[in-house]
């Protein structure tokens, strides 16, 4: 376990003192678990991490995140009675009435009773379980990009595309309570085949795997290029080797870079005419390349949302980004 101290929110909020009632939130991921102590106000006081290694089991794991919330607690002097709430933001489809996880394929978990388990650890504190992309959009709508409006749809481009949406300050799961799984709405008919069984899913075409795949096979075509010059480089295609070669005034990274940022338009305007956001914010590592990213991305979108629809929705980058998980789940509260 890492275990990083940040110090109490007063530290980091000049003049308010410290806050009197805490929030646990747990980013429980396939790879990662990441606890965090937050403040009212959104603020880290102090975290951990560690591997999850979920081949040991629900139980286990569950156990050593509870051995890490108290952890968290002590070293900040906090005692269990000011802890509000304990979140728990995880891949997979939710029971949140049973604050439990029906499946999750990254964690091999099926009908995990989490809040049922951890009340053994902390029977007084209530436990609250959400998917971790639903997490991202209350992060971003509570107190990051997204706060200053109601309605908003948060889009973590990764190894897939995870999706959030909040409207009017609400989160919307739908009647089946499984939605959004915005990274499979179809955007290529008859295109690149999905491991949902579908073809052509948006997810294959902006995640961060997507792009790395549209970048490999730009290399094999191109191999005296710069593209493949940086590729050969670096040791492995990454999802910011497009953007750098384009950068260099590469042709065939440029060629790259300019069919992503139309798939990425083209599924953006789908989420403008399915749910009107006021802002669509973006996350996870593609996003890293900021305003190289988010102005060709904005005139794209505009080229292909209808003429009454274009600069009515706003775009930003993620606030949280590597935290967004901890603080949306540790705001669960607020959801329920």
Same mark, same amino acid.
């Given at each position: 376990?890492?275990?990083?101290?940040?110090?109490?929110?007063?530290?980091? @909020?000049?003049?308010?003192?410290?806050?009197?009632?805490?929030?646990?939130?747990?980013?429980?991921?396939?790879?990662?678990?990441?606890?965090?102590?937050?403040?009212?106000?959104?603020?880290?006081?102090?975290?951990?991490?560690?591997?999850?290694?979920?081949?040991?089991?629900?139980?286990?794991?569950?156990?050593?995140?509870?051995?890490?919330?108290?952890?968290?607690?002590?070293?900040? +002097?906090?005692?269990?009675?000011?802890?509000?709430?304990?979140?728990?933001?995880?891949?997979?489809?939710?029971?949140?009435?049973?604050?439990?996880?029906?499946?999750?394929?990254?964690?091999?978990?099926?009908?995990?009773?989490?809040?049922?388990?951890?009340?053994?650890?902390?029977?007084?504190?209530?436990?609250?379980?959400?998917?971790?992309?639903?997490? +991202?959009?209350?992060?971003?709508?509570?107190?990051?990009?997204? &706060?200053?409006?109601?309605?908003?749809?948060?889009?973590?481009?990764?190894?897939?595309?995870?999706?959030?949406?909040?409207?009017?300050?609400?989160?919307?799961?739908?009647?089946?309570?499984?939605?959004?799984?915005?990274?499979?709405?179809?955007?290529?008919?008859?295109?690149?085949?999905?491991?949902?069984?579908?073809?052509?899913?948006?997810? &294959?075409?902006?995640?961060?795997?997507?792009?790395?795949?549209?970048?490999?096979?730009?290399?094999?075509?191109?191999?005296?290029?710069?593209?493949?010059?940086?590729?050969?480089?670096?040791?492995?295609?990454?999802?910011? @080797?497009?953007?750098?070669?384009?950068?260099?005034?590469?042709?065939?990274?440029?060629?790259?870079?300019?069919?992503?940022?139309?798939?990425?338009?083209?599924?953006?305007?789908?989420?403008?005419?399915?749910?009107?956001?006021?802002?669509?914010?973006?996350?996870?590592?593609?996003?890293?390349?900021?305003?190289?990213?988010?102005?060709?991305?904005?005139?794209?979108?505009?080229?292909?949302?209808?003429?009454?629809?274009?600069?009515?929705?706003?775009?930003?980058?993620?606030?949280?980004?590597?935290?967004?998980?901890?603080?949306?789940?540790?705001?669960?509260?607020?959801?329920?």
């Amino acid at each position: 376990m890492r275990l990083f101290s940040t110090g109490c929110a007063a530290d980091q @909020t000049a003049g308010t003192g410290c806050e009197s009632m805490f929030n646990l939130g747990v980013d429980l991921g396939g790879t990662t678990i990441k606890v965090g102590l937050v403040a009212e106000n959104g603020t880290i006081a102090a975290r951990a991490a560690c591997s999850t290694c979920p081949e040991r089991g629900a139980a286990e794991i569950i156990r050593e995140i509870a051995g890490i919330c108290q952890t968290l607690c002590d070293s900040q +002097a906090v005692p269990l009675s000011d802890i509000n709430s304990i979140g728990f933001g995880t891949p997979g489809f939710i029971d949140r009435a049973r604050a439990a996880v029906i499946y999750s394929a990254n964690l091999g978990f099926h009908d995990v009773r989490i809040g049922e388990e951890l009340s053994a650890f902390f029977p007084q504190i209530p436990v609250y379980v959400e998917n971790d992309a639903n997490c +991202a959009a209350i992060a971003e709508s509570e107190s990051g990009a997204a &706060r200053a409006y109601a309605s908003s749809v948060t889009i973590t481009l990764g190894t897939g595309v995870g999706a959030g949406v909040i409207i009017e300050k609400k989160v919307f799961v739908g009647y089946s309570n499984l939605a959004p799984e915005i990274g499979h709405l179809v955007i290529e008919t008859g295109g690149e085949p999905c491991p949902c069984g579908r073809s052509g899913c948006m997810e &294959r075409y902006i995640s961060a795997t997507g792009l790395i795949e549209q970048t490999a096979r730009a290399v094999c075509s191109h191999p005296d290029s710069r593209l493949a010059l940086l590729a050969h480089e670096d040791g492995a295609i990454t999802a910011k @080797t497009a953007f750098a070669a384009a950068r260099q005034s590469d042709a065939a990274a440029q060629e790259v870079i300019r069919r992503y940022l139309h798939y990425l338009a083209i599924s953006l305007s789908n989420i403008v005419y399915c749910y009107g956001p006021q802002i669509i914010v973006l996350g996870g590592g593609v996003c890293n390349e900021g305003n190289a990213l988010l102005e060709p991305l904005g005139r794209e979108l505009d080229r292909v949302l209808m003429p009454d629809s274009r600069g009515k929705v706003a775009l930003a980058l993620a606030h949280y980004k590597n935290d967004a998980g901890i603080i949306g789940s540790a705001m669960l509260y607020r959801f329920r």
